[in-house]
């Protein structure tokens, strides 16, 4: 009787540190699924690459988040599905083509791409458990996205996505 004592309370305890933000994280909540992120250390070092990132942008009149109505109004339990695909997307597109000749950089997007994917993960394993459903709504904004994306040429877009941070960060931490 004892061990199942010292079992629950042992069990309890991490269960509580697993959800406890360590410092500079937050705990973000996409519909069911909950995820710890180091928004802080995000924010640092994306505040510090903006204005070099977005001066690479030589279209400033199209948005690949901004376009209207890709990330408003999105349903709560559509959340963590656009969420997943926008963390897929970055990881996969936007990281992967954001290379400057500027080495301190490229070591602050190197930090940010981990930290996504550290996120990314952790959202899969919502997707996983069930916790993370596609509804139609979340399906064709991301579509949206993808065209705007597209739209461009891969360079191009990729900074103009990294440049773009900050709205998918203020959107998340609205959430």
């Known amino acids: 009787m ?5 079992f629950l309370c042992l ?13 500079g994280n937050k705990i973000l909540h996409f519909g069911a699924c909950r995820v710890s992120m180091s928004m802080t250390e995000i924010r640092a070092g994306f505040t510090a690459i903006k204005a070099n990132i977005q001066a ?6 199209l948005s690949i988040l901004s376009y209207p109505h890709s990330l408003h109004k999105v349903n709560a339990s559509d959340r963590c599905c656009i969420t997943r695909h926008l963390f897929d997307f970055y990881v996969d597109k936007v990281f ?8 301190y950089v490229n070591r ?4 940010i791409a981990n930290s996504f994917l550290s996120t ?3 959202l899969g394993q919502c997707h996983e458990q069930n916790q993370c459903v596609c509804g139609q709504e979340s ?9 705007n994306y597209e739209g461009l040429n891969v ?11 900050d709205i998918l960060l203020d959107w998340m931490e609205k959430s």
């Open 155 to 165: 360079t191009s877009a990729a900074m103009k996505s990294l440049g773009e941070l």
């Open 120 to 122: 990314k993960r952790k």
């Open 96 to 103: 992967k083509h954001c290379k400057t000749e500027d080495s």
């Open 139 to 147: 399906t064709e904004k991301f579509k949206q996205i993808l065209a």
């Open 108 to 111: 602050k997007i190197s930090s």
């Open 2 to 6: 004892k061990g199942s004592h010292l």
């Open 11 to 23: 069990f309890s305890v991490s269960c509580w540190v697993d959800l406890t933000p360590t410092a």
């Open 56 to 61: 690479r942008d030589p279209i400033r009149t």
